[in-house]
């Protein structure tokens, strides 16, 4: 408004004039607001710029008359053509009164008269449009930009990057970041002035709603977009982002790189970096490392927060480092922070998975007691650790009491109830839960559908499907399902039989005994990139550049140590690979396949299995850790060594990382051939990288080591799995009682049998045939002993 006065006065110099203008001014403000352009005359008005500007100016006129005066005027081409600055008032106008639908015609119309206006009001048209929900306007807007030649000022572009991150448009952010860095580009080409590129607050903003979108590909995208760029640099917050998000992924290589880089840049890591440090540590299984680099913020005077302490609690009950998990949370209570449920629920997790149960009731006793929130996940893991613990009918009870309470359950706790009660071959007290879960307003998961499915196909109840449809009210998910079987088997049907179906399936070179060749050469390149033994890691050369205030000269030379070539990603998981994910209609198929592939391999039909993952394999359904342990255990328990260690080969070809389960098949496979020494270097292997020893790992190994007459072996793991804080459990004591036994070390199988007792241990069919090994052992011993006495009666 002050504009068009300020060319109004320049224009009309005298009086008369200005009265004149003024006058016109009034009769067609009037005129419009009394019936509109219809009783304008072209021919007594005198249009020009500043005259349509002092009537878009005024606020006693109505929004949609000053767009008919606008139009009006454009008819009066080619006596006549709007500036740039009246299509600036006129979009300015069309924004405030929310008349979007008039935009794009009014942008045709200025492409007609050839006039761009300036990078402000196209920010202003955007800002609008994202406002009202029209993202699809907006993404047009922006070609029509494009079209037009206009220059895009990221600055200007830094607030609509927010606005549409904040909204949850990620990718409509994504697109006009993407615009920008190419005009960027274009500008560098054309050697223009300004370089101007994408405020660092609006990259982090997208990098931040990108990871939280798992949208990994469109992250590395923009990434290596920024880092291309001369002039755009990182700030901490943008160096945090990354490496955390590159370390939730796995990627341990990159996030230790961008640390170093880092501090290259001179710009000086803080809590928060050494969070999503230690976070990243964690998640590949390399724990010590963490625990290492704790230790030594502590010592810099540099105090942990909660979330360190949260971080460094999982990792260790992840890892079966329970003791570890326990001094933290004391330390962490000591210092003043108050664990909150997350903390409460993974040490619950751990304990119970590391089988000290009465640990794990008092922890939770001591969380009620203090106050801290129980949520249904709590008590969803109590009861599966009861569960899996031997205390079904205790976990049972706890369960129909919170149902009587009616809190604290939810259809994952009915998921687990119904997954005991098909272990148990209770389908139906099964399928009436099912019928409870619907009842009560929960949803049927695809979990709770194929632990139903596995239960009745190992009972061979196939035709209680159709009773399983009746008790699902949404009768898609079992639809599904079932097209799924039938297309499954008319597809297995038509392929042709194979005298030994799973050798062109997975080929194999060399034999299952050469294992240390590709766990060498796939189980993670950090382990020689970073060169630890033990959690330390060694000193050299470089060290003497390093950094003297440095809070945590490890992580230093952890990073300094890394190859400039290295590119690992995540070749370990901490976490053990799952038959079902659930994780919605993009992981129906390969959960499907690992839920027939563990049917199928309970029967012991090889063949079926191996058409099947070809099958899938050739449809591009791309198999997961689970799908490749249940192959290679298969393989291992029919003493098919050559095929198990194609499974693995192929397993590390497609970079799919290993857990603990594969390592449990290898050490099972290695020592049934007798491989017991390499079986022990696997195992070397494996704590070096970074994993960790579960209690069927441990009862693996003891069983390899004393089938293979490695009694003292077997013995200090035993003593190394009760000093981890892992308690020895029936399987356990019963391998180690027939190994003694039928090592002729009676004694000491006596005082297992003993300490199994002691334990509170409950003995199972497998046990009352072990000391009947063990009687008769005894009783042989004792007739020898007595045979070989001197006669009294001799010379």
């Known amino acids: 408004m002050r504009h068009g006065r300020t060319v109004l006065s320049s224009s009309f110099k005298s009086p008369s004039v200005q009265l004149g203008n003024i006058l016109v001014l009034a009769s067609i403000t009037k005129t419009l607001s009394e019936s509109g352009t219809r009783n304008l005359d072209p021919r007594s008005i005198p249009i020009s710029e500043p005259l349509v500007l002092q009537v878009l100016a005024k606020n006693s006129l109505d929004s949609s008359k000053k767009i008919d005066f606008f139009r009006w005027c454009c008819s009066l081409r080619p006596n006549y053509k709007h500036s740039a600055c009246t299509y600036s008032h006129i979009f300015r106008t069309v924004c405030k009164a929310g008349f979007l639908e008039e935009v794009p015609s ?86 223009a002035i300004d370089l101007s590129l994408p405020g660092s607050f609006a990259c982090n903003e997208l990098l931040v709603a990108l990871r939280k979108s798992d949208m990994r590909v469109e992250f590395k995208q ?3 977009a920024l880092r291309e760029k001369k002039g755009f640099e990182f700030d901490t917050c943008g160096y945090n982002i990354c490496i955390h ?9 990159i996030s230790l790189r961008l640390f170093k880089e880092m501090k290259e840049q001179g710009l000086v890591p803080d809590l928060h970096t050494y969070n999503s440090l230690i976070q990243v540590l964690c998640m590949v299984g390399k724990v010590k490392d963490a625990l290492i680099v704790w230790e030594e913020l502590k010592g810099s005077g540099h105090e942990p927060d909660q979330f360190m302490y949260r971080n460094l609690i999982q990792g260790c009950c992840k890892s079966y480092q329970i003791d570890n998990a326990i001094k933290i949370f004391s330390e962490m209570q000591y210092n003043g922070f108050v664990p909150d449920t997350v903390v409460y629920n993974s040490l619950l997790d751990g304990l119970f998975k590391a089988r000290k149960i009465m640990e794990a009731c008092q922890l939770f006793e001591k969380m009620v007691q203090d106050g801290v929130r129980t949520s249904s996940w709590t008590y969803n893991i109590l009861i599966d650790g009861l569960f899996r613990n031997g205390r079904a009918e205790a976990g049972y009870t706890l369960f129909c009491d919170l149902k009587k309470k009616g809190q604290f359950v939810d259809a994952v706790t009915y998921s687990i109830v119904v997954l005991q009660l098909c272990r148990e071959g209770h389908l139906e007290e099964a399928l009436k839960l099912v019928e409870e879960i619907e009842g009560r307003g929960f ?45 499954l088997e008319a597809s297995m049907k038509s392929r042709k039989n194979k005298r030994k179906d799973y050798t062109p ?63 690992s990603s995540q ?54 850790t689970y799908t490749y342990n249940s192959m290679m255990s298969s393989f291992v328990k ?24 594969t390592y449990n098949v290898i050490i099972q496979g290695l020592g049934k051939m007798g491989r017991a020494d390499l079986a022990s270097a696997v195992l070397d292997k494996l704590m070096k990288q970074g994993g960790y020893l579960d209690i069927v790992m441990y009862n693996t190994l003891i069983n390899a080591l004393g089938k293979a ?22 399987v356990t004591f019963n391998i180690l009682i027939e190994v003694h036994s039928k090592a002729g070390q009676l004694k000491e199988a006596y005082n297992f049998l003993k300490m199994m007792l002691d334990s509170g241990c409950s003995p199972n069919h497998v046990t009352d045939t072990t000391l009947d090994f063990l009687g008769r052992e005894i009783e042989k011993l004792r007739y020898q002993k007595a045979s070989i006495m001197p006669n009294k009666d001799d010379s």
């Open 106 to 191: 009014l942008l045709n119309s200025m492409k007609e008269d050839q006039v761009v206006v300036a990078s402000e009001t196209f920010k202003l048209l955007l800002e609008a449009f994202i406002k009202s929900g029209k993202f699809d306007s907006a993404l047009e807007l922006l070609d029509y930009m494009e079209e037009l030649g206009t220059s895009l000022n990221p600055k200007v572009y830094d607030s609509v990057i927010v606005a549409l991150v904040r909204k949850n448009q990620v990718a409509l952010a994504l697109s006009i970041l993407l615009k920008l860095l190419e005009a960027n580009n274009v500008s560098i080409t054309n050697k």
């Open 222 to 224: 923009v990434f290596d």
């Open 245 to 253: 998000a590159f370390g939730f992924w796995g990627d341990l290589g």
């Open 443 to 487: 949803v049927v998961d695809l979990v709770t559908i194929t632990s139903l499915l596995i239960g009745f196909h190992k009972h061979g109840r196939w035709d209680w499907t159709e009773r399983l449809m009746k008790h699902i009210r949404d009768g898609n998910l079992v639809s599904h399902v079932l097209k799924w079987k039938a297309d």
């Open 505 to 567: 399936v997975f080929p194999s070179k060399g034999d299952f005994s050469e294992i240390m060749n590709l766990i060498g050469s796939t189980i993670s390149e950090m382990d020689t990139n970073l060169n630890s033994e033990d959690g330390c890691v060694k000193d050299e050369d470089s060290s003497m550049d390093m950094d003297q205030w440095s809070l945590s000269p490890y992580m230093d030379r952890l990073a300094n140590q890394l190859k400039s070539d290295c590119h």
């Open 571 to 624: 070749l370990f998981s901490l976490s053990r690979s799952q038959r079902v994910q659930d994780k919605g209609v993009g992981s129906f198929d390969i959960d499907m396949v690992n839920t027939f592939l563990s049917i199928f391999l309970a029967k012991g039909k090889l063949n079926l299995a191996c058409k099947l993952f070809e099958i899938f394999s050739d449809m591009g359904v791309n198999p997961v």
């Open 638 to 661: 029919k003493g098919y060594f050559n095929q198990a260690w194609g499974v693995l080969n192929e397993m590390g070809e497609n970079v799919c990382p290993t857990d603990i389960a």
């Open 709 to 730: 007459g490695r009694i003292v072996e077997a013995n200090k793991l035993f003593e190394q799995m009760r000093s981890s804080g892992i308690n020895p459990d029936v």
